[in-house]
């Protein structure tokens, strides 16, 4: 009879066990539901005049400018190269991409020779997918990569190597999306997903991701390959086909992508996921072809180190912690900041191995403006062989630093210097290199230690 007792007690105080919550899967799982979603959309060659909320007036932008009301602008954001995937790889590492030998453009591998760079990104370099990985996070990529595959680049490292659980991609990556790539090219009206639908798609991707990770923090490159030309837009009413580098083209394209990012916020929100996801919005460089008020007043356009290349629209949404409404018109912030910034929002892990070029400004979305402490610094143009474009004032030289209120240009041999005092003349119509010769000195010094310190080709 006490062994009866002892065992009904025994099986009582199991069950009772069974019936407590495991501390560690509790903490773990409300932890996941604080943490915050985060979304990087990158929008292609979209120059900072192309958005009403920035004061563009080429085409309305209501579904941009609603997400810019819910949150914060920042109107001196500056990306990684002026150039796609420089830019991208500046986003993904958090560092220089002249260290990850990239400089301009991936192509084939003659270009890419010519052009004093690599064929793809090192998959050792530090990936911020990687990290949020490691934390956690369930991780996505939807859109163009561009920093390795297609052409003859036929040994690109695989996107799981960068950290990242799902994807779709177009042609210019180690893995093409077979509804986009019917043929060994960017686009064709064969694929299976029209040129005009890609960024309905790659939206769709990154919702239903999202959606089957409800319970855990999802983190998502969402990397549309608009408003990049060719511009074409879905035929209406039997009409001919546009010009693919006309206005009236851009107009539509520009219509339709505004229109998916507002698909974007509304299937958030839908899903109950908007509140607790920080949203970015910006471009990978300026555009091209520009016309009417494309570059926003700035000198300069894609593959130029004037503003109009490097010089980015910025949005950052994350209701209730952000801001909403509000524009920041002096704090500097550089792509290759996001890898911390973000991080520390969102209480991400950094190896201690790992060294930063960008800097934690954090404080800074969370709406307290502050000068970046820091230089920042730019390349473009290593010989005249990749680099004759574009032509004209648009041309800058080859190196650029900015520090504080202060820009400086130069080549590579400390020649064709132009300073600026880019708060009082943004669009870099005075050179005052000449009656500002210490600063102009001062400057040069640091520009040109800089890019002695990059590696060569090769030497990575």
């Known amino acids: 009879m006490k062994g009866m007792n002892l065992l009904k007690i025994s099986v009582g105080f199991w069950l009772s066990l069974q019936c407590l919550p495991v501390t560690g899967q509790r903490n773990e799982a409300d932890r996941n539901k604080s943490r915050p979603n985060v979304i990087i959309i990158l929008t292609d060659d979209m120059g900072v005049g192309d ?36 830019s991208r790889a500046s986003i993904l590492t958090g560092m220089y991409p002249g260290k990850w030998n ?28 990687r990290f949020f990985k490691n934390s956690g996070y369930a991780t996505g990529h939807f859109g163009k990569w561009h920093m390795g595959g297609g052409r003859d680049v036929t040994d690109a490292p695989k996107f799981v190597q960068y950290g990242i659980d799902e994807h779709a991609s177009t042609y210019e990556s180690p893995e093409p999306d077979p509804l986009l790539t019917a043929t060994n090219w960017i686009w064709s009206d064969k694929d299976s997903i029209k040129r005009w639908n890609r960024t309905a798609y790659f939206v ?12 855990q923090p999802c983190f998502v490159n969402l990397w549309p390959d608009e408003v990049h030309t060719p511009w074409v837009p879905e035929p209406e009413n039997g009409e001919e086909a546009l010009k693919p580098q006309s206005e009236a083209a851009f107009k539509r394209v520009l219509k339709e992508y505004d229109m998916q990012i507002g698909r974007l916020t509304d299937g958030l929100k839908e899903r109950g996921l908007f509140d607790n996801t920080i949203i970015i919005f910006t471009s990978d460089n300026g555009a091209l072809p520009r016309f009417g008020s494309r570059s926003g007043g700035f000198r300069g356009s894609k593959l130029s180190l ?95 630093v900015r520090s504080g209120e202060w820009k400086l ?43 002695k310190s990059l590696p060569e080709l090769g030497n990575q």
């Not at 084939?108 to 010519?114: A, L, M, Q, T, Y």
């Open 102 to 129: 990239f400089v301009t453009y991936l192509d084939k591998k003659s270009h890419n020779k010519d052009a004093g760079q690599i064929d793809f990104l090192n998959p050792e370099a530090p990936s911020i997918a």
């Open 306 to 400: 004037y503003e109009g290349g490097i010089r980015m629209p910025f949005i950052v949404s994350w209701p209730g912690h952000i801001p909403a409404g509000k524009t920041d018109e002096r704090s500097e912030l550089h792509a290759m900041d996001l890898l911390p910034t973000l991080s520390k929002l969102s209480g991400i892990t950094i190896p201690a191995t790992y060294k930063a070029d960008g800097v934690d400004r954090s404080t800074v979305l969370l709406g307290k403006s502050s000068l970046r402490k820091k230089e920042m610094f730019w390349e473009y143009g290593r010989n005249t062989i990749a680099y004759a474009y574009p032509k004209g004032k648009d041309k800058s030289p080859q190196l650029a």
């Open 204 to 215: 769709d991707k990154t919702l239903d991701f999202m959606s089957r990770h409800k319970d």
């Open 51 to 86: 958005v009403g909320a920035f004061g563009g007036t080429i085409m309305p932008t209501p579904n941009i400018d609603k997400l810019a009301s819910s949150g914060l602008k920042l109107t001196h954001y500056y990306s990684g190269a002026p150039i796609c995937s420089p």
């Open 409 to 451: 240009l130069m080549n590579h041999d400390g020649s064709n210097a132009e300073l600026y005092n880019i708060v009082k003349d943004p669009a870099e119509a005075s050179n005052v290199a000449s009656g500002e010769s210490k600063k102009a000195n001062e400057l040069s010094t640091k520009l040109l230690a800089w890019w």
